[in-house]
């Protein structure tokens, strides 16, 4: 019995790789078309493509053409390759723009992008994309059912770049270059005045001001000392349980005794 059934699923198998193979072979678009569709219903996402990359020029301006292109790019959404997927519904909204699958593909396409966004300390590039191509989306489609999903992937990427932002500030001071840590993270506090890391931001900004006045000469050390205690009030005004409470109010305790000493 499991050897007939065995011998059943290998035929079975071979059928089907038989039938993929005479399509791919076949001068009839429709059989391509037929068996594509198949496939795709399947799930059999991959060799659905490669039949439908043979026919989709097939169907230009025909009636058919929408859902074949459509196909063609959710094929490659549905098989994680985004940078084809993103071009292909691109493809699609230019082509289709009153399709019924017009608002779909344009997010799907959008999410493409978000997908291809890299980790924060990589080139932002494809990030700065993917948020042009969802805010396009919303402003397109204020009402429509993706809008949250839109408005979660847009506050991720944006976390992303603030997040790269962040740690070239704290590359800056790690570097010894505190001065441009100070103004990277001016420049950061300002840009970013709803970010998640407002808290690590202020925290190391007094870092940078303390580093800048310990390491300064005697003339310069007075007004940055009083730059750093500048940090720490706006710092413990903002979160007088930071996180940092413990090194903030040793590098307090510091600037202190050296306030003082000036002021003799």
Known sequence: MKRFLYIAITAALLGSCSEFQKALKSEDTKVKY???????????????NRLFEQIVPQYAGKPQGERVVYFHANAYYQTKDYYLAAYQFDRFSKSYPRSDK???????????????????????????TALDKLQLFINSYPDSEYLDDANVLI??????????????????????????????????????????????????????????????????????????????????????????????????????????????
């Open 155 to 264: 506050r991720e990427l944006r976390s992303k770049l603030e997040k790269k932002d962040l740690e070239i500030a704290k590359q800056y001071n790690r570097i010894k270059d505190y001065k441009a840590a100070i103004k990277s993270l001016d420049n950061f506090l300002s840009n970013y005045p709803g970010t998640v890391y407002r808290e690590d931001a202020m925290y190391y900004r007094m870092l940078s001001s303390y580093n800048l006045a310990v390491n300064s000469i005697y003339v310069l050390q007075e007004e940055r000392y009083n730059d750093t205690r500048d940090a720490y009030n706006t710092l413990k005004r903002y979160y007088p349980e930071t996180q940092y409470t413990g090194e903030a109010d040793k590098m307090m305790a510091t600037v202190e005794e050296e306030l003082q000493q000036f002021s003799k």
């Open 34 to 48: 037929d068996l594509a569709e198949k496939l795709y219903e399947k799930g059999d996402y991959k060799k659905a």
């Open 102 to 128: 017009a608002e779909e593909a344009a997010f799907l396409g959008a999410r493409s992008y978000y997908m291809l966004s890299p980790k924060y300390s990589l080139d932002q590039t494809e990030t700065n």
